[in-house]
Structure formats: structure tokens, C-alpha cells
Nanobody, 122 residues
């Protein structure tokens, strides 16, 4: 699976932003899709995951209620809707494909996109 993330940019605190990740190659609907982020000087962080049919999602507690993942299997695309953005959300955001919905460790993901930079100004 080839993954192409897009939609990043510079926004102000409190704004919303939607990231997209378009997939090509292998059957997109076979994979759970996760989002991760990495801020400068920090370790990669799990942002959330959606299962293969879009019926289940999971997020770290700190992001629940602000971030929402959805997918459109007909378009082979997964989305990350981010609301009420904060400066601490500034990071490069990556989408990744996994063979299991229960994977939270990025090392277990099979395919990665190139990342898109989100910068939130205060």
C-alpha cells in the first residue's frame, strides 16, 4: 500500500484542520488505518486508529473529543479531523496501515505515508 498524506498547514490555536491520507496499491479496505505524530525533539506518538470497515475507532485519552478519524473505502482515503487545535498539536502527522486494529505500536504497522506538517500558532 502506498500512502500519501496531505492537508497540513499553519493554523491558529482553536482552529480546525482535516488531514487526508490517500492509499493506492493493495486493497485499502483490508487494513486498519492509524495516525501518528511526531513533534520536534519528541518521540512518535499514537494519535488514533480506525478499523478496516470504519465501524470502530480508538484514541488516546488526551485526544478523545478533539480528534476524529474516518475513512471512505470507496475512495481509499482515511481522514483525521482535528478540532480546537493547540500549539502542542504542532507535529508532523503520519498515516499508517496495519493488519490489526489492536496495534498501537508504530513498529507493528506495515506501511507509512510521508507525513504532513501541522503548525499551530498561539
Amino acid at each position: 500500500v502506498q500512502l500519501q498524506a496531505s492537508g497540513g498547514g499553519l493554523v491558529q490555536a482553536g482552529d480546525s484542520l482535516r488531514l487526508s491520507c490517500a492509499a493506492s496499491g493493495r486493497t485499502f479496505s483490508n487494513y486498519a488505518m492509524g495516525w501518528f505524530r511526531q513533534a520536534p525533539g519528541k518521540e512518535r506518538e499514537f494519535v488514533g486508529i480506525i478499523n478496516s470497515d470504519g465501524g470502530s475507532t480508538d484514541y488516546p485519552g488526551a485526544l478523545k473529543g478533539r480528534f476524529t478519524i474516518s475513512r471512505d473505502n470507496a475512495k481509499s482515503t482515511v481522514y483525521l479531523q482535528m478540532n480546537s487545535l493547540k500549539p502542542e498539536d504542532t507535529a508532523v502527522y503520519y498515516c499508517a496501515a496495519a493488519t490489526s486494529y489492536y496495534y498501537r505500536d508504530g513498529a507493528k504497522y506495515s506501511y507509512w505515508g510521508q507525513g504532513t506538517l501541522v503548525t499551530v500558532s498561539s
